[in-house]
C-alpha cells in the first residue's frame, strides 16, 4: 500500500514530468486543489503540499481565485509565439462577415451537440474574426499538424498513452474510421475474419458483415471478452473496448489482457482497441490501454473526442502498426471526407488553451456527479447488481422490465439485447438493462430518480 509520503512524491513526478516534456504548457491552469485530492485520493492539505513543492522548484505559480499556474519546465518554440491582433482592423474591413462570424458562435454555443464551453467559443470567434479559412495545401497540413499535436497532449494526460503527431489519422467520426479500417484490412488479407465483443454497438458490426467480412460474436462476462472462446483456425481482426465495454460497463480484466495478447500473437491477428468509452480520465483511477505505447504491432488504437466535445464538434483518431499504414494513406481520400477546416482550428485552439486543463477536470466532475446520482436513483430498484465505471458515461443493471415506472424504458433505459447479435439475443433475458447517464442532465437524472422512489413506495405500500 502507498505510503501519504510516497503518493506525495508520484504526485510531484507526475506533474514536473509533464510540464517538463511539455504535455502541461507554460499558461496551463492546473486541476483544483479539491479535484486532485478526489483523483489521487489524498486529503486537500497532501495537494497543497504538492503544489507548494512545485512552486518553490518554479514549475508553477499561485494565483488568488484562479489556481496555480505552469509557468516553467521548458521553453516554448520561437514558432509558437503569436502576432498581436488589431481587432479595430478586421471589425473596420468586414463588418457584415464580423456580425455572421458572432451569430455563429452563438448558435455554436447553445448548441446541444457542442459541449465546449460558451464563452470560449465566443472568445475564439471574437478573435479570429471570420467564419472564411484559406483551404491552401499548406495552410491545412499546418492546422492538421497543430490538432494532431493537441490530440497527442490530450490523450497523454487523459489516458496516460505516448503518442507522436505524425503516427495518427484524424478522421471526422468513428464510423469513418472503422470503415477505413475495415477497407485497409481488405487490402492485405483475403476474406478476413473478425471476432467481436458481444454484445456491442450494432452499426459497428453492421458495418464489417456490409464489407462481407466474417463476423463472429463472442461473449462478455465479468472480466471482458471471453478469449477463452476464441476459434482454434484463428481470425484477422479482434474488435474489443478494454477499458469501458459497452454496454456491459466492464473492463477487460488482467489476465484476460495477457490471454488477448498472446492469442493474437499466436494466430497473426491484429486487435482493435476502441478507446472511445474513457477519454474522460486523469490520475490513478485511469484504467490503463492494451500498450503505453503506440504504434503497436498487434494493435490498431482508435478513440474519438465525442465525450469531451460532443458530437456536433467530434474528431476520431487511428493509430496503426506499420504494415497498415500504406493501405490507409491510399484508401483514406477515397473513402473519408476532410475535417472542416473550422473545426480543426477550433479543437486545436481549445485543447491548447490554458483553460483546457480545468475544463477536463470540471467534465470529470460533472460525469462523477450524474454517476452518482444514477446510481443511487438505481438503489430504489430491488437489487439492482449495477456495473460501471465513474469514468465512463452509462451503467449496467438488473430489473424487471415490468416493474420498472412507466415511460424510462426505451427512453432512459435500453435492454442489452438490442445490441447482442441477432443469433445470441435469444438466449438471454430482457432484464440486463443500460442506463446511458452521460447523455443526460442533472436535472433529468433527478427525475428519473423522483419516479423511481416513488414507485418503491408505491410497491412498498401495496406489499
Known amino acids: ?19 517538463i516534456i511539455g504535455t502541461l504548457k507554460k499558461g496551463d491552469f492546473l486541476p483544483s486543489i479539491r ?12 495537494v497543497l503540499l504538492v503544489y507548494k513543492t512545485l512552486e518553490s522548484l518554479g514549475y508553477i505559480q499561485g494565483h488568488e481565485r484562479s489556481g496555480y499556474l505552469v509557468t516553467g519546465g521548458f521553453l516554448p518554440a520561437a514558432s509558437e509565439s503569436k502576432p498581436v491582433r488589431n481587432p479595430s482592423v478586421a471589425t473596420e474591413k468586414y463588418p457584415e462577415e464580423k456580425k455572421k462570424t458572432l451569430e455563429f458562435s452563438q448558435w455554436l454555443g447553445c448548441s446541444n451537440r457542442v459541449q465546449l464551453p460558451k464563452h470560449f467559443i465566443r472568445r475564439w470567434f471574437e478573435e479570429s474574426g471570420t467564419l472564411s479559412h484559406p483551404t491552401n495545401g499548406e495552410l491545412s497540413d499546418k492546422n492538421d499538424q497543430s490538432l494532431k499535436k493537441n490530440l497527442c497532449r490530450f490523450i497523454r494526460i487523459s489516458r496516460g498513452v505516448t503518442l507522436q503527431p505524425e503516427h495518427l489519422f484524424l478522421l471526422p467520426g468513428l464510423q469513418e474510421a472503422l470503415l477505413l479500417i475495415a477497407k485497409s484490412i481488405a487490402v492485405i488479407r483475403q476474406q478476413p475474419v473478425l471476432l467481436i465483443e458481444d454484445p456491442c454497438p450494432p452499426n459497428i458490426r453492421e458495418l464489417f458483415e456490409c464489407l462481407d467480412f466474417t463476423v463472429i460474436p463472442i461473449g462478455v462476462d465479468s472480466e471482458g471478452i471471453r478469449v477463452e472462446d476464441f476459434p482454434d483456425s484463428g481470425a484477422d481482426l479482434i474488435f474489443t473496448s478494454p477499458a469501458h465495454q459497452f454496454p456491459m460497463a466492464i473492463p477487460l480484466g488482467e489476465s484476460r489482457r495477457k490471454m488477448l495478447n498472446e492469442w493474437a500473437s499466436r494466430h497473426d491477428s491484429l486487435i482493435i482497441e476502441n478507446d472511445s468509452f474513457a477519454m474522460l480520465g486523469f490520475g490513478q483511477s485511469v484504467i490503463p490501454t492494451l ?13 474519438q473526442l465525442s465525450e469531451l466535445t460532443g458530437s ?9 502498426p506499420q504494415p497498415l499504414m500504406q493501405p490507409l494513406r491510399t484508401l483514406a481520400p477515397l473513402l473519408v471526407s476532410d475535417i472542416h477546416p473550422l473545426t480543426r482550428s477550433l479543437l486545436s485552439a481549445f485543447l491548447e488553451s490554458s483553460r483546457f486543463m480545468k475544463y477536463l477536470t470540471s467534465s470529470m466532475q460533472s460525469r462523477r456527479q450524474k454517476a452518482a446520482l444514477a446510481l443511487g436513483g438505481l438503489q430504489y430498484l430491488p437489487e439492482p447488481c449495477c456495473h460501471g465505471q465513474e469514468n465512463a458515461s452509462f451503467y449496467t443493471f438488473h430489473a424487471d422490465i415490468n416493474e420498472l415506472p412507466e415511460g424510462l424504458l426505451d427512453r432512459y433505459f435500453f435492454p442489452v439485447n438490442l445490441f447482442r447479435h441477432p443469433s445470441r439475443a435469444g438466449m438471454y433475458s430482457n432484464n440486463t438493462l443500460v442506463y446511458p447517464f452521460g447523455l443526460l442532465s442533472c436535472n433529468e437524472i433527478e427525475k428519473i430518480n423522483y419516479q423511481l422512489r416513488l414507485s418503491q413506495q408505491r410497491s412498498v405500500t401495496a406489499g
Open 35 to 46: 479535484t486532485m485530492g478526489t483523483r489521487y485520493k489524498v486529503s486537500r492539505g497532501t
Open 291 to 303: 500498450s503505453h505505447r503506440y504504434p503497436n504491432p498487434r494493435i490498431i488504437y482508435l478513440t
Open 312 to 320: 456536433g464538434m467530434n474528431v476520431s483518431c487511428i493509430v496503426a
Open 1 to 19: 500500500m502507498l505510503t501519504k509520503q510516497t503518493i506525495k512524491q508520484q504526485m510531484i513526478d507526475d506533474i514536473s514530468q509533464m510540464i
